[in-house]
Nanobody, 121 residues
Framework: VQLQASGGGLVQPGGSLRLSCAAS????????MGWCRQAPGKQRELVAG???????NYADSVKGRFTISRDNAKNTVYLQMNNLKPEDTAVYYC????????????????WGQGTQVTVSS
């Protein structure tokens, strides 16, 4: 499977961005999709995740500001980021885990190429 992320960019504090990540391949279902981020000099951290059934989880630092959603039919995950802060600046990576392919084989833990989000005035 390939994950293609898009939507990053430069935004002022308080602004919004929407990230998208589409999984391609002969996919039947994807159990978990989500986003992590890595700022310079820091470890990669979970931002948000969403299961196929709609259960979500968020990092405490983004609760109330970020919303993760999915289009299961399109194997796409979105991250709506509002009220962005300079500390949200990072490379954002999408992740797909627990993939059931159309031939009934399974795949685990795939990562996209990352998209840069910079929050600065």
């Amino acid at each position: 499977v390939q994950l293609q992320a898009s939507g990053g960019g430069l935004v002022q504090p308080g602004g919004s961005l929407r990230l998208s990540c589409a999984a391609s391949g002969s996919i039947f279902t994807i159990n978990n999709m989500g986003w992590c981020r890595q700022a310079p000099g820091k470890q990669r951290e979970l931002v948000a995740g969403r299961t196929f059934g709609g259960i979500t989880n968020y990092a405490d630092s983004v609760k109330g500001r970020f919303t993760i959603s999915r289009d299961n039919a399109k194997n796409t995950v979105y991250l709506q980021m509002n009220n962005l802060k300079p500390e949200d600046t990072a490379v954002y990576y999408c992740n797909a885990d627990g993939i059931l392919y159309s031939d009934y084989t399974r795949g685990y833990d795939y990562w996209g190429q990352g998209t840069q989000v910079t929050v600065s005035s």
